[in-house]
């Protein structure tokens, strides 16, 4: 991940903005306060935003869980939807 100045995000915004877009990335803005953020592609947004949506609840946790183990064991079912 990159992370760029404050001060230097301010005088290269577009540049830094299309960076994020074009490489796909996250980039830290770091600011002197200590108050840092990040410029984020929406597509990085949404999954960050699913992941914490799936993960939010601990019966969500436990069946996902769960769902990975029976994965790692073979047992799952596979289908063809052509």
């Known amino acids: 991940m990159t992370a760029i100045a404050f001060t230097q995000f301010r005088k290269r915004v577009k540049e830094i903005t299309e960076t994020a877009l074009e490489n796909d990335e996250a980039i830290q803005v770091t600011r002197a306060d200590g108050r840092d953020f990040y410029i984020v ?16 609840t601990e019966a969500n ?17 596979t289908r063809d939807f052509s």
């Not at 592609?41 to 939010?56: F, N, Q, W």
């Not at 946790?61 to 079912?77: M, Q, W, Y």
Request: net charge negative; proline share 3%.
């Open 41 to 56: 592609p929406a597509g990085i947004y949404r999954g960050l935003d699913e992941t914490a949506h799936l993960l939010s």
């Open 61 to 77: 946790r436990n069946a996902l869980t769960e769902s990975i183990k029976e994965a790692e064991r073979g047992e799952f079912v």
